[in-house]
């Protein structure tokens, strides 16, 4: 007897016939197919969530090696900055000890010496502010400043000043590549 006849026959008030074998095997069938539908979108269920949550991983892993890659090329473009940066003041320096020879002479003929310098020195300066080296660009700054007073002191001939702002400048720019040496301390990588 089906569940709607036998809730029927008892609302009319009539004494149901025991259910046969045969109606018990199907409603037992019936709830295990019931249940195993349950069970089957239950695991469904769970499968989309895991898909989802994979799918979420993959790309938070995917974003955290596009960061890497970003990270990465950036501190090789500053590290490459850096090595322009030591290599300009290297050779800025370099200059300025010609300058400084020619003036001990007593020969004022420093202006192509300390164009070059200039030009190596302001290289300098820029892959230093590229780089986010801000101690190293200001000494590096303060060193060019110098260099333009020791012009003014080289047109009035006045040696000692000259030799003096040539001095100030080299300690600037020597204290300026000290830095630079240095691959540690706050750069733009890790100022995100």
Known sequence: MSPLALSLTLLLGQN????TLE??????????VKQLRAQVELLRTELEAQQSQQQQDQERLRTVEQREALVGARAQALEQLRQQSVRSMSSGYQWMITADQLLEKGDFSVGPALTYARQDISEALASAAGSGRGETARL???ALGRLTTLEEAVEQRDIYRA???LQS???ELHQ??????????????NQE
């Open 16 to 19: 149901p016939s025991p259910p």
């Open 23 to 32: 109606e018990l095997e199907r409603a037992a069938r019936e709830a295990e």
């Open 140 to 142: 590096i700054e303060s």
């Open 163 to 165: 030799r003096l702002e």
């Open 169 to 171: 400048a080299g300690f």
């Open 176 to 189: 300026a590549w000290r830095l630079s040496l240095q691959r540690s301390g706050a750069s733009l990588v």
